[in-house]
């Protein structure tokens, strides 16, 4: 390379054939702030991470308290259906249910069942308080669900916490 190919013009060298540089009008951001945006995207970011991950965690001790309450309020709870009389003249069956827990029950649901899975109609009304070691007797009309005893299947009576099946032969059978 000889000095003849190295060209000087407006303080800048350069060689022969290249072009000279562009100088932009425009400057970077000086180090100093780009370093404190930098920081203050990071706190940003970390703000709101935070918040998300706190109302999480809060939801979530919610969810957990509640269903610890609902345990809790359950953990005395029980019903067993003691007997099922079943009137195929009269299509009338009497399920009667015992409160075998310690603390009052209510009842929410009752089915009567045929081995095809027809429901018999429950003529006593729901929701029914049943105290503890109380008897409650629910009333089913069986037409056109359970004609014979041998198409008996069972009973099912649900409270808010727990259930009972009965799947003996019923009593009259």
């Known amino acids: 390379m000889s000095m ?21 009008p425009l400057k ?12 203050a995207i990071t706190l940003i970011i970390a703000t709101l991470i935070s918040s ?3 109302a999480l965690s809060q939801e979530q001790g919610k969810t957990v308290s509640n269903k610890t309450e609902a345990i ?24 009667t249910v015992r409160n075998s827990g310690r603390t009052t029950e209510t ?23 049943i105290t503890s070691g109380d008897i409650k007797s629910l009333v089913f009309n069986t037409t056109g669900a359970i004609t014979s005893c041998a198409n008996f299947s069972q009973v099912r009576v649900s409270t808010e916490c727990t259930s009972d099946f009965y799947r003996q032969s019923p009593r009259n059978c």
């Open 28 to 39: 970077g951001v000086s180090p100093l702030i780009a370093t404190v945006m930098v920081i």
């Open 107 to 129: 009842i929410i649901s009752a089915q009567i069942l045929s081995k095809t899975g027809v429901n018999g109609t429950l003529n006593t009304s729901l929701p029914l308080s």
């Open 72 to 95: 809790t309020s359950c953990a005395g709870s029980g019903i067993v259906i003691e007997d099922v009389y079943l009137e195929t003249a009269t299509n009338i069956s009497r399920v």
């Open 4 to 24: 003849s190919e190295i060209i000087f013009s407006k303080g800048e060298m350069r060689l022969e054939g290249e072009k000279p540089q562009v100088s932009s």
């Open 52 to 54: 998300w991950i706190s």
